[in-house]
């Protein structure tokens, strides 16, 4: 690690794991707060400031120069850039957050195979199969509602259902630590929710049930990643 990162690593650091924690749950609040009341000026510190509480909490509870830890530290860090674009109105901002947030399962998916998540599919292959097949019934039964947006959706769910599934392997393969197995099952209701919001359904407290299960999803993702990597080394 270079020298500026191990400074930056050696003052977060002074903050305690459990603190980053709780103020991830005081944020949250906040954020849900401000999606009932429609508070969009607080949503811009609120809701991006969710996944860099969670990047503090993995960074001061794990040793450094683990590839796994990076990859989905990174990826928190694209989903914090695509939590910004998403209270952009329009549709080019939607593609662009949607765009983000592929690149950062991409990056999730990459940060559980390094800690062996494919090996799981060679036994539990009905994990995969049950979300691709849920996948696919769902782009059939909503296709022609999504219009232009119905090929980018159908890439990105893939991608989303592709880390739902290499989540709940990584427990599976490392013999416990189901967290992020729920997490990733989370973030597929959270965008279920949100896609049928863009294809035209107009579910009751729908931007509260998105951004919950979206933050717990995140929460549940990093908490069990980080249970499958070393610890700091004690002082």
């Known amino acids: 690690m270079s020298p500026p990162l191990l400074l930056i690593r050696s003052q977060m650091a002074r903050v305690r794991a459990r603190t980053w924690l709780l103020a991830f749950a005081a944020v949250l609040a906040v954020e849900l707060t401000a999606v009932v009341l429609d508070l969009d000026a607080v949503r811009w510190a609120s809701k991006t400031l969710l996944t860099l509480l969670l990047l503090g909490y993995l960074v001061v509870s794990v040793a450094p120069g683990q590839t796994p830890a990076r990859l989905f530290g990174l990826g928190l860090l694209f989903a914090c850039a695509a939590d910004a674009a998403l209270l952009v109105e329009g549709t080019a901002a939607f593609l662009v957050g949607m765009g983000l947030f592929g690149v950062m399962q991409v990056l999730y998916i990459a940060a559980f195979a390094k800690l062996g998540a494919l090996r799981a599919f060679r036994t539990r292959y009905l994990v995969p199969v049950c979300y691709l097949a849920f996948w696919a019934g769902l782009m059939i039964a909503l296709w022609s509602r999504l219009g232009s947006l119905a090929a980018p959706v159908a890439v990105y769910s893939l991608l989303l259902v592709g880390m739902a599934a290499f989540a709940a392997a990584l427990g599976i393969a490392r013999g416990g630590g189901h967290l992020a197995g729920v997490g990733g099952a989370l ?23 998105v951004m919950s299960t979206y933050a717990i999803a995140q929460l549940l993702l990093t908490i069990g990643i980080r249970g499958h990597l070393d610890a700091p080394a004690a002082h």
């Open 187 to 209: 973030f597929v209701v959270s965008d279920l929710v949100l896609g049928l919001g863009v294809a035209g359904f107009d579910l009751p407290l729908a931007g509260l049930a």
